[in-house]
């Protein structure tokens, strides 16, 4: 069964560092999102990308995140200068041309010291 | 308008027992209601889905009932097993824009033997 992966399954990093998260959606889909969960809280939307550019984004998504799709299979979500409440595990989701059932990645733990 | 409230927070059950999950919406342009279950470290992996225009859906052990007019879903999972122990999200997705998931708070569900 086609899956979505992400690598990696853990980055540790330091403040004000860039990191970037990679994900690779399952092959025909055509919709592409970032969700983060905080430790012990909700799944959040962070942003939507569609035929290469963003579709929608969150409060969340400020111009310290940004999103490519560099080639035809990864999609990343870069945070440019990391902050200690970035701490989250980020989910990459796709979906195919019905937009209804995303399948989501098993998330990347990501730890800002 | 855009929160899904779902309840209880936690959940114990009894092996063979029924774990009944409630969600309610604000938001009347919502028109998918899925229902995803994660596991330690994993990602959210979709159960049952429904759409407003019917009241029931059921998939094995695992139905989804809707009251549209009172805004509310429920999951109902019928024998409850041990390896059903997980989170359990209730999400919903409206007609516009690309289709954000709006999670609710989640579940921990803990199925005694």
């Known amino acids: 069964e086609p899956e979505v992966t992400q690598t990696p399954s853990h980055q540790v990093t330091q403040m004000g560092q860039e990191v970037i998260l990679r994900c690779v959606p399952i092959?025909?889909?055509?919709?592409f999102y970032w969700y983060r969960q905080i430790l012990g809280q909700k799944v959040e939307f962070l942003v939507s990308?569609?035929?290469?550019?963003?579709?929608?984004k969150s409060e969340i998504f400020d111009d310290q995140f940004s999103v490519e799709r560099p080639d035809g299979s990864n999609f990343t979500l870069k945070i440019r200068s990391t902050k200690l409440e970035d701490s989250a595990m980020y989910f990459c989701?796709?979906?195919?041309?019905?937009?209804?059932?995303?399948?989501f990645g098993p998330g990347t733990r990501l730890l800002v010291l | 308008q855009q929160q899904v409230k779902q309840s209880p927070q936690s959940l114990i059950v009894q092996k063979g027992g029924i774990s009944i999950i409630n969600c309610a919406y604000e938001?009347?342009?919502?028109?998918?209601f899925p229902w995803y279950q994660q596991f330690p470290g994993k990602g959210p992996a979709l159960l049952i889905a429904?759409?407003?225009?019917?009241s029931e859906k059921k998939e094995g052990r695992f139905t989804i009932s809707f009251n549209k007019s009172a805004k509310q879903f429920s999951l109902h999972i019928m024998d409850s097993q041990p390896g059903d122990s997980a989170t359990y999200f209730c999400?919903?997705?409206?007609?516009?824009?690309?289709?954000?998931?709006?999670f609710g708070a989640g579940t921990r569900l803990a199925v005694h033997p």
């Open positions: 429904i759409r407003p225009d019917v």
């Open positions: 092959s025909n889909h055509l919709y």
């Open positions: 999400a919903a997705k409206g007609l516009s824009g690309y289709n954000k998931l709006i």
């Open positions: 990308f569609y035929n290469n550019e963003i579709s929608e």
């Open positions: 989701a796709s979906s195919g041309d019905s937009q209804e059932t995303q399948y």
């Open positions: 938001n009347t342009a919502f028109d998918y």
